[in-house]
T-cell receptor, first 117, second 113 residues
Framework: AQKITQTQPGMFVQEKEAVTLDCTYD???????LFWYKQPSSGEMIFLIY??????QNATEGRYSLNFQKARKSANLVISASQLGDSAMYFC??????????????FGKGTKLSVKP | KAGVTQTPRYLIKTRGQQVTLSCSPI?????VSWYQQTPGQGLQFLFE???????NKGNFPGRFSGRQFSNSRSEMNVSTLELGDSALYLC????????????FGSGTRLTVV
């Protein structure tokens, strides 16, 4: 069965430093998508970055990059130059199959990131 | 373009009552999925609708149901509410193109007393 594991319930990082949030996944499908979302205390889920299983290059979006290691089934999120506004819950999620097929996301338990001034 | 709209934002209901939540996806998006978020269970998939048809369903009891209208707006209904149904209910609009994230609404926070 598909599964997402985030082993870090909480993390602290100093402002302006980089931080890596871990995510491993388990799937038997060859085609899948991996996502990272940020959830501030307000509750909204904010899309950060996407990596497709066939993408050869790691995805990057501004200060966010995804360290995709397919053989190890890991999809770690790297946030460079942390800001106080980065303090939030971060969720790793996976969609199995091609876009347009059954499209539900499987989420990890999340990592609470706290950025210290 | 407008995002995903969920109404109401907050709701307080009594055990045994029923509740209906609404979600309007991004214009042009035909697929909507619903998720329940609780501190204990995290984010769990409820169901997904595409062109008025339920395409996939999570592991929830039959008290949880949903539907989608021809304009892609979706509703979910929970009957005979239990205290454990207290949660943040999130609706997501499925992207049309790969590489785009699912866009979530702000959620409906349901409290059952």
């Amino acid at each position: 069965a598909q599964k997402i594991t985030q082993t870090q319930p909480g993390m602290f990082v100093q402002e302006k430093e980089a931080v890596t949030l871990d995510c491993t996944y388990d799937t038997s499908d060859q085609s899948y998508g991996l996502f990272w979302y940020k959830q501030p205390s307000s509750g909204e889920m904010i899309f950060l970055i996407y990596q497709g299983s066939y993408d050869e290059q790691n995805a990057t979006e501004g200060r966010y990059s995804l360290n995709f290691q397919k053989a190890r089934k890991s999809a770690n999120l790297v946030i460079s130059a942390s800001q106080l506004g980065d303090s939030a819950m971060y969720f790793c999620a996976m969609r199995e199959g091609r876009l347009g097929s059954q499209g539900n996301l499987i989420f990890g338990k999340g990592t609470k990131l706290s950025v210290k001034p | 373009k407008a995002g995903v709209t969920q109404t109401p934002r907050y709701l307080i209901k009594t055990r045994g009552q029923q509740v209906t939540l609404s979600c309007s996806p991004i214009s042009g998006h035909r697929s909507v999925s619903w998720y329940q978020q609780t501190p204990g269970q995290g984010l769990q998939f409820l169901f997904e609708y595409f062109s008025e048809t339920q395409r996939n369903k999570g592991n929830f009891p039959g008290r949880f149901s949903g539907r989608q209208f021809s304009n892609s707006r979706s509703e979910m209904n929970v009957s005979t509410l239990e205290l454990g149904d207290s949660a943040l209910y999130l609706c997501a609009s499925t992207p049309l193109n790969r590489g785009h994230g699912y866009t979530f609404g702000s959620g409906t926070r349901l409290t059952v007393v």
